[in-house]
């Protein structure tokens, strides 16, 4: 057993939420920043910081709330210490210590990264069972901030084999969208165009295919679309200036350069690693054509529930268990970690 208060704050979402037994999501609450940065088509730490420091005493009353749970019934407080940005870190992390020393529970310190491939594990139908993973296992981030491919030793214990080279897949996604005169955060927004669009319409590159690497990049595509969207630098046209078909297919075609070159990497990593089990988490991971394709890998394949593929905080409480059940306890001096641990190199 095992009853513990998650609190995640890397980025724009302020998140809490409580997990019974590492896997039962009691509840989980996510307030989103969208609206606060949408303006400048990406997070403003600043503002980011100052909007988690209002929000996030409500957001952990609400999910303590609805999981109707009282502080003295929790084993432990988990909170998401690495890697993020700073000031975003530093509200959850303050939060998370007070609230530990004040109510007597232990702190725990958890990975971001590592918690978006435990996230497979929350919340299963019951006739699935539990993930039993085989370790060593592979593993990839696909989200906004992450384009990372992993060997997965243990939950707890991952070093970075391969990744993206300049932007994570998220944000091409997300800039994709600007291009096209999408809402933020883009990537909901582009695969429900792609849905309308001719996938072959428009040839676009599959970087670093070529390579017997597990390289990845996306900037080179993202410009790609920009000249086919938007005409050479210089051109007086804007999106208002596409008709709605082609943008359609801009979409579907560039998803299907994504998710090409995603598959592809993927299989690789799973043939360098000799592994046969593969987990893939991070906000990308929430498009349904994605998850179709990673379907089809030659492995067994463990994605969380598109709910708990974007940032939250179960995902937090989840791993924590895993710590808790470990005694591997934070003390109340520990520091945020911008830059995180998971992304350490070392051999496989
Ligand atoms: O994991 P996440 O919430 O935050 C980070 O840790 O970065 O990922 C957010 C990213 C954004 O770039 C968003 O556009 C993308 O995930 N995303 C998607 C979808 N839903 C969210 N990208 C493609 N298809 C989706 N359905
Ligand atoms: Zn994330």
Redesign the pocket.
């Known amino acids: 057993m095992g009853l513990i208060l998650g609190i995640e704050s890397?980025?724009?979402?302020t998140a809490a939420a409580v997990v019974e037994d590492g896997v039962s999501v009691l509840s989980s609450v996510v307030a989103t920043q969208y609206e606060l940065h949408a303006e400048f088509r990406g997070v403003v730490p600043e503002i980011a910081s100052r909007a988690h420091l209002q929000r996030m005493l409500p957001v952990v009353r609400e999910a303590m709330r609805r999981a109707d749970v009282r502080p003295s019934r929790l084993d432990a407080v988990a909170v998401a210490q690495r890697p993020?940005l700073i000031g975003s870190l530093l509200i959850g992390l303050t939060a998370a210590k007070a609230l530990s020393w004040a109510w007597g529970k232990p702190l725990l310190a958890v990975d971001?990264?590592q918690a978006?491939l435990h996230a497979c594990t929350l919340d299963r139908d019951p006739s699935d069972g539990r993930v039993e993973v085989a370790f060593p296992a592979a593993g990839a981030?696909?989200?906004?901030?992450?384009t990372a491919l992993y060997a997965v030793h243990d939950w707890a214990r991952l070093y970075r084999v391969g990744g993206t080279i300049d932007d994570?897949?998220?944000?091409?996604?997300?800039k994709v969208?600007a291009m096209l005169g999408l809402g933020?955060?883009?990537?909901?927004?582009?695969?429900?165009l792609a849905e309308r669009g001719d996938p072959a319409a428009v040839p676009l590159p599959r970087p670093l295919l070529d390579r017997d690497s597990l390289e990845l990049s996306f900037a080179g595509l993202k410009t790609a679309v920009l000249y086919r969207a938007l005409g050479p630098k210089g051109s007086a046209r804007t999106h208002a200036d596409i008709p709605d078909a082609e943008k359609a297919d801009l979409a579907a075609s560039f998803?299907a350069a994504?998710l090409d070159v995603l598959t592809e990497k993927l299989r690789r990593l799973l043939n360098r690693l000799g592994s046969r089990t593969l987990l893939v988490?991070?906000?990308?991971?929430?498009?349904?054509?994605?998850r179709q394709r990673l379907a089809g890998l030659p492995a067994e394949v463990h994605l969380p529930r598109?709910a708990y593929?974007?940032?939250?905080a179960a995902m937090i409480a989840g791993l924590g268990h895993v710590l808790w059940q470990r005694g591997l306890v934070a003390g109340l001096d520990v520091d945020a970690l911008p830059q995180g641990m998971a992304e350490a190199v070392a051999p496989p």
């Open positions: 890397t980025c724009d979402e993020g971001h990264v978006h981030v696909l989200s906004g901030g992450h994570a897949v998220g944000e091409a996604y997300d969208a933020f955060p883009g990537g909901p927004e582009v695969a429900r998803q994504c988490g991070g906000g990308v991971v929430a498009n349904r054509a994605l598109p593929c974007t940032d939250n």
